[in-house]
Nanobody
Framework: EVQLVESGGGLVQAGGSLRLSCAASGFTFDDYAIGWFRQAPGKEREGVSCISSSEGSTYYADSVKGRFTASSDNAKNTVYLQMNSLKPEDTAVYFC?????????????????????WGKGTLVTVSS
C-alpha cells in the first residue's frame, strides 16, 4: 500500500523556519518524484516544490523560490522541505505526493493535477 505521511508543521512567526518531512512507503522510492503541495484556507491546492532524487532535480514555485529547499534521504525513504523566511501567505496545509518523474517540473510550475488521493497533510501557520 502506497503511503506518504507528512509531519513537521506548526505555528511560527513571520521570518521563521520550519522543516517538513514526508515519509514514504509501499513503492520504490527512486521510481517516483515527490511533490509538495499546499492548500490555504479558501484556496485551491497548489504545487510548491518537487524533488526527483534519482534524477537529481528540484523544482520550485516562484512564490517559494529562494526560501524553500527540498531534499531527500533515500536510505530513509523520506523527503524534506526546509522552509525559511516564512511569510503569512505561506499559511496552509502542506501535503506530499508521489508523482511520475516526468511530471516533477509541472508540480513546480503549479500546473500538475494528477494526484488521486491525499494524506492528512501538516498544518503550517505563519503569524505576522
Amino acid at each position: 500500500e502506497v503511503q506518504l505521511v507528512e509531519s513537521g508543521g506548526g505555528l511560527v512567526q513571520a521570518g521563521g523556519s520550519l522543516r517538513l518531512s514526508c515519509a514514504a512507503s509501499g513503492f520504490t522510492f527512486d521510481d517516483y518524484a515527490i511533490g509538495w503541495f499546499r492548500q490555504a484556507p479558501g484556496k485551491e491546492r497548489e504545487g510548491v516544490s518537487c524533488i526527483s532524487s534519482s534524477e537529481g532535480s528540484t523544482y520550485y514555485a516562484d512564490s517559494v523560490k529562494g526560501r524553500f529547499t527540498a531534499s531527500s534521504d533515500n536510505a530513509k525513504n523520506t523527503v524534506y522541505l526546509q522552509m525559511n523566511s516564512l511569510k503569512p501567505e505561506d499559511t496552509a496545509v502542506y501535503f506530499c505526493a508521489a508523482v511520475p518523474l516526468y511530471t516533477c517540473w509541472l508540480v513546480g510550475a503549479g500546473t500538475y493535477s494528477g494526484v488521486d488521493s491525499w494524506g492528512k497533510g501538516t498544518l503550517v501557520t505563519v503569524s505576522s
